[in-house]
């Protein structure tokens, strides 16, 4: 009979259902937990991280602008911009780096017990300008400050990810699915 290895190192437990099993919250946020934690590693070790569409940066005289689109972060996270964010430029002379960070926020309170209880999480992102990106966050752009006026940098590069569909935009990416004929 072969010898098999001792099951020292366990891997990833999802949820089996069954007939009359009575369920808990802890089961439907550990079947979450599973699949948001596959589509995270897929993410981040096929994909990798930066912008896969949109997000273009423009500056103004008081503010830099992002544009809708979609990006994946370091930690496999998607993140969706929605429509253009503007940001307000800091005084100062120095370079900065714009960058994107996924954010989750829980929202819906409903009554439990005594008290109130989030009911959903909504994913969202927060735009931030610093002497280096934060970690963990995707970098948009690097400002510097010439003759008086914030610019783009030329010589700094937005990591990307390229797309099997090059020319998909974020409308692509939120149309909802075709319904599949029956069998």
Request: charged share 25%; glycine share 10%.
């Amino acid at each position: 009979m072969p010898e098999r290895a001792p099951e020292a190192c366990p891997g990833p437990k999802r949820v089996r259902y069954f007939s009359g099993q009575l369920l808990s919250a802890d089961d439907f946020n550990a079947e979450q937990d599973y699949f948001r934690g596959k589509q995270k590693t897929l993410n981040r070790l096929l994909l990798g991280y930066g912008v896969v569409s949109g997000l273009e940066t423009t500056v103004g005289r008081r503010a830099v602008t992002v544009s809708p689109g979609l990006a994946l972060d370091p930690r496999g996270n998607e993140i969706t911009v929605e429509c253009s964010t503007a940001l307000k430029l800091p005084g100062g002379t120095k370079p900065v780096f714009l960058s994107l960070e996924y954010l989750e926020r829980e929202t819906d309170p409903v009554p439990v017990g005594d008290g109130m209880q989030a009911s959903r999480i909504e994913e969202g992102f927060q735009l931030t300008l610093g002497s280096v990106p934060p970690p963990g966050a995707v970098p948009l752009a690097k400002l510097t400050r010439r003759s008086g006026r914030w610019q783009l940098s030329r010589g700094f590069r937005v990591p990307r990810i390229r797309c099997a569909a090059p020319g998909a935009r974020l409308r692509a990416h939120r149309a909802p699915l075709a319904a599949h004929p029956s069998p």
